[in-house]
């Protein structure tokens, strides 16, 4: 006959402040969402907030074929594994350099293919220059790894005291309840 094991207390809270650190974690490396934006300004979209619908308000800054190119290179460029290292400022601008000059190339080589409208480009290459730039920038000297750990400690301690307001004898509001403190004999009530 096999046996299992109950989980304590102890145990269920540690997964909790592991599982709550972890949700913190994946939502502050989610980059989904900005490279959602990219792609939508880029096939000449704006975001109304009344119906909750990306609205094409814009001719496209280029064709599909483009789109997905330059969505492949913002997408590997926004990546937690670069803004999780730490780099130092000449390597943040090397590194901005030659993917600033790898766009160019793109943009100028494959312009008639992509279907990109010469007044466009320089705008193409500032929202995808800035968008790499401000992401390499979160790596500066370990910054973004240093604020994700002071994240996940701060997580760790509101955790830590839920668990210890309710193993002491109540929920995070127990201290407030002015009948906690009273027997029923304070109350009038007869027993």
Known sequence: ???????????????????QADNVSIYELENESLVDRIRHKLRGEIYEGETGRWVQVYKAHMNDDGLGKFMFVVESLLDKNITLSKLDLNKVYRMA??????IIGIIFKKSVEYEIDPVDRDLIIDIIDLQVFSTLMRALDGGERTHRETII???????????HSQNSGGGVFASLNPFKKMNKNDMGVEM
């Open 97 to 102: 350099y030659e993917i600033n000059s790898a």
């Open 1 to 19: 006959m096999q046996t299992t094991e109950m989980p304590t207390m102890d145990s269920g809270y540690e997964g909790l402040k592991t599982q």
């Open 153 to 163: 400690k701060s997580v760790e301690n509101v955790v830590d005291k839920q668990t």
